[in-house]
């Protein structure tokens, strides 16, 4: 994807100091770009497992076919990048309501982690628009989980994330802080598990395509706990 959109800016004006001399040659890298995307959509998926449970997504995600996870290091203990990350609002994180919109296609919709908003925490979005709140142990960890796929007319209750019927995808998020001299290590992982081989590659196309907006966002959500903590 970015290798895509690398070459459609050189197509514009070719950048030197990244050996893309002319037009012509912007274009070649840019299909050549398209075209390993394109195939990335139908590779295969593997399933992954915890070495060990040593947190609370351990637990309740021991097992996953797509994962993304980044990290931080904020000058300030746990309990108030805790604080901290319970504050964050979508408007705090850098290109969210950009990307969100783009993601729902620029339609108007119910107040949710497509539609967060400015007014509210976006965790509190998120609880009240789909999400669970699947552990919280202050200072520590924080897990939400959803439904992310189902077959088509398929009941989406919150039940069911414990134990997705086949044909169903499931994602859990957790904030990790860990602390770290006079600092904490917050980190986000996320794991979505797909019960059997239809859910597996019909999430797949699906995880391949946002998968660069949704790395980013993270990485944002990231930097916005630690600007929440600014005096």
């Known amino acids: 994807m970015m290798v895509t959109i690398t070459g459609a800016i050189n197509a514009l004006r070719p950048m030197r100091m990244l ?14 770009g398209a075209l390993t995307a394109l195939a990335s959509l139908f590779l295969p998926t593997s399933e992954s497992r915890a070495a060990a449970a040593s947190s609370h997504q351990d637990r309740l995600t021991p097992v996953w076919h797509f994962r993304e996870a980044h990290s931080r290091r904020i000058a300030a203990p746990p309990a108030a990048v805790y604080a901290a990350l319970r504050r964050v609002r979508a408007n705090d994180i850098l290109l969210f309501q950009t990307l969100t919109w783009i ?3 620029g339609r108007s919709l119910p107040e949710g982690i497509l539609n967060a908003g400015t007014e509210r925490p976006i965790i509190d979005v998120a609880l009240n628009g789909g999400f669970v709140l699947l552990a919280d142990e202050p200072a520590r960890e924080l897990v939400l989980g959803a439904i992310v796929d189902a077959p088509a ?3 989406r209750t919150r039940t069911l994330m414990r134990n997705p019927p086949e044909g169903y995808s499931v994602a859990t998020m ?11 290590i917050v980190s986000t992982e996320t794991r979505v598990f797909s019960n059997g081989p239809h859910a597996r590659c019909r999430f797949a196309r699906y995880w391949r395509v946002i998968y660069p907006g949704s790395a980013l966002i993270r990485r944002m ?4 706990i630690e600007q929440r903590l600014a005096p």
Do not use: K
Request: charged share 25%; no cysteine.
């Open 221 to 224: 959500w990231l930097r916005a």
């Open 19 to 32: 050996r893309i001399r002319t037009r012509t040659r912007a274009v070649i890298v840019g299909a050549v």
């Open 153 to 155: 007319g398929a009941p």
């Open 103 to 105: 993601r729902r296609g």
């Open 174 to 184: 957790n904030f990790l802080l860990t602390a770290d001299g006079d600092g904490t």
